[in-house]
């Protein structure tokens, strides 16, 4: 089960009870009485959020951080170094965005007994070729949620598994390619290895 941290409903929340595992990102926002049942936290480890989750108490203070048997990092440290550059001269405005926090929330992960690790740069690679194939608009990076499914897919899934998802509105910062991510999970939900948790609504 993968929550974003759009809306949720009361269908998602019993998915979420039943799941074999739960992963939800970086500040949980989305987690109600249900926050505990979490097992990972994605965490976007560069840049503002990065630096925000850290130095705020309240995150590490959260039942779902604190419920979480792994921590992941979604962006590759030496990929995104490589990335200042060009997003100097294509988006002087992410002067930060590159900015890596990466060993603080390993330190973190280790001290609190968890586990760790860095959704590797090849993930991220794939998906943008994949995602060229939608011909998106300029985009600074695909977004956490799409990364950390394209990793559960190559590096976790097997067998009968599937992936479903809550609170995922395909909506927010600008630098994500929005339409081409719901594009190219399409055909993922078409073969049944991705199903959306939908909400039955009423007159």
Not at 7 to 32: K, L, M, W
Not at 127 to 140: C, H, R
Not at 179 to 184: L, Q, S, V
Request: net charge negative.
């Amino acid at each position: 089960m993968v929550v974003g941290n759009g809306d949720i409903g009361p269908n998602a929340r019993e998915a979420i009870a039943d799941a074999h595992a739960v992963v939800r990102f970086n500040d949980c926002r989305s987690a109600g009485a249900d926050a505990a049942r979490t097992d990972i936290v994605v965490v976007c480890n560069t840049g503002r959020p990065g630096k925000k989750m850290l130095g705020e108490p309240g995150w590490r203070a959260h039942p779902s951080v604190n419920a979480a048997d792994e921590i992941w990092c979604v962006r590759d440290p030496e990929k995104f170094a490589e990335m200042r550059a060009p997003l100097a001269v294509s988006h002087p405005e992410l002067d930060d965005f590159c900015d890596d926090y990466t060993d603080g929330f390993r330190a973190y992960a280790g001290s609190a007994g968890k586990g760790f690790r860095v959704v590797p740069r090849a993930v991220h690679e794939r998906l943008d070729e994949a995602l060229s194939a939608f011909s998106p608009a300029p985009y600074v990076v695909p977004s956490t949620g799409l990364v950390t499914i394209a990793d559960l897919i190559e590096n976790r899934m097997e067998g009968d598994d599937h992936i479903a998802l809550a609170g995922f509105s395909h909506q927010g910062w600008d630098g994500h390619p929005w339409d081409a991510e719901r594009d190219y999970l399409e055909p993922l939900e078409a073969k049944g290895l991705v199903r959306r948790i939908t909400e039955t609504k009423h007159a």
